[in-house]
C-alpha cells in the first residue's frame, strides 16, 4: 500500500510538471524553458556533491553519461516543445512509450532475448500509439513527432542510466545528467533567448521542484513496492492530466487517447511483470 501511495504522490507531481510548463506555453522558447528549467534545479544538486567527489569516473563512464546527456537535451526540448503543441493528455499518453523503446532497444543494446509474449506487447503498445495519433483520421501536429522522439531519447538515456547504476551510486548518476542536460540546453537556449516574466521563471522553478520531487517519490515507491504493483498504478497519471486539460485549460477529453494510453499501459505492465518473473526465476536457479 505504501509504494501504491508514493506512486500516486509521484503521479501527481509529474502531472504539476506537465502543467507548470503549459502555464509557460509559447512565451519562452522550448530550448531556453528547458534550460532554465535545469538551471533552476541545480539547487538541488547541493546534497549530491560529497557522492560526487568521492566517486572516480573513468573514460567509459563519461563517455556514456555524455551520450546520455546528449540524447536527453534533445529530448527535453522536444518535450517542452510537445508541450506548447498538443494537449497534456496527449503528451502523458505518449510518454509512456518509454518503457516500450526501452524493452526493444535492450535486445540491440544489451543483447537481451525477446519473447514472442514481450514482442506481443510491445505491438498492443504501439497499437495504443496508432489509436492516440488516428493518423489518416486527423491531422497530425509537430508535437505528435516531437513526443515520438522524445520517448526515444528517454530510453537511451534509461538504458545507459541502468548501465551506470551497477557502477555508481545513484546520486552520480543523477549529477551527471544534471550537469550534462544544462550544459547541452546552453547553445540552444542562447539561440532563441528571449527576456523572461517573473512569473515565468516562478513556473519554471516550480517545474525544476515537481520534476525532482516526483523522481524522488517515485524511488521511495520502488523500495516499498515491486514494480509489478507500483507500474498499473501510473495509469492514474493520464487520468488527472486529463481532468487538468480539461477544467484548468479547456482542452476537450479525448476517449480515444485514454484508450490508447491504457492499452500502452497494459503492454508495459505486462513487460514489467514479464522482467521480474524472469529476474526470480534466474535468482531461484543462481
Known amino acids: 500500500m505504501l509504494g501504491v501511495v508514493w506512486m500516486i504522490v509521484t503521479g501527481l507531481c509529474f502531472v504539476a510538471v506537465t502543467a ?24 538541488f544538486l547541493i546534497p549530491m556533491l560529497p557522492a560526487m567527489r568521492a566517486t572516480r569516473l573513468s573514460g567509459r ?38 518503457p516500450v523503446y526501452v524493452s526493444v532497444l535492450a535486445v540491440f543494446v544489451l543483447g537481451e532475448r525477446m519473447a514472442f509474449r514481450r ?19 486527423r491531422e497530425l501536429s509537430p508535437g505528435h513527432f516531437a513526443m515520438l522522439f522524445t520517448a526515444a531519447s528517454f530510453a537511451v538515456g ?31 537556449a542562447a539561440a532563441v533567448w528571449v527576456a523572461v516574466s517573473w512569473a515565468n521563471l516562478g513556473w519554471l522553478f516550480l517545474t525544476a521542484v ?7 517519490t517515485m524511488t521511495l515507491a520502488f523500495r516499498a513496492a515491486p514494480l509489478t504493483v507500483t507500474q498499473p498504478v501510473t495509469f492514474l497519471q493520464l487520468v488527472w492530466a486529463t481532468l487538468l486539460g480539461a477544467v484548468v485549460f479547456g482542452e476537450p477529453a479525448d476517449i480515444f487517447v485514454i484508450l490508447g494510453g491504457a492499452l500502452i499501459i497494459a503492454a508495459v505492465s505486462y513487460i514489467t511483470w514479464r522482467e521480474a518473473v524472469l529476474r526470480r526465476r534466474a535468482q531461484t536457479s543462481g
Request: proline residues 5%; charged residues 10%.
Open 119 to 137: 514482442i506481443m506487447a510491445v505491438v498492443l503498445a504501439l497499437v495504443g500509439a496508432l489509436i492516440i495519433l488516428r493518423p489518416g483520421f
Open 158 to 188: 534509461y538504458l545507459i542510466a541502468k548501465i551506470m547504476a551497477d557502477e555508481v551510486p545513484p546520486q552520480v548518476v543523477v549529477f551527471m545528467l544534471s550537469v550534462t542536460v544544462t550544459i547541452g540546453l546552453a547553445p540552444f
Open 210 to 216: 515537481f520534476a525532482t520531487a516526483g523522481h524522488y
Open 20 to 43: 507548470t510548463v503549459k502555464m509557460v506555453g509559447s512565451d519562452v522558447p522550448a530550448a531556453q524553458a528547458a534550460f532554465l528549467r535545469y538551471v533552476l534545479g541545480l539547487v
Open 61 to 98: 563512464a563519461l563517455r556514456l553519461f555524455g551520450i546520455r546527456g546528449v540524447a536527453h537535451t534533445a529530448g527535453v526540448v522536444c518535450w517542452f516543445y510537445a508541450m506548447t503543441q498538443i494537449p497534456i493528455a496527449e503528451v502523458t499518453a505518449m510518454n509512456y512509450l518509454n
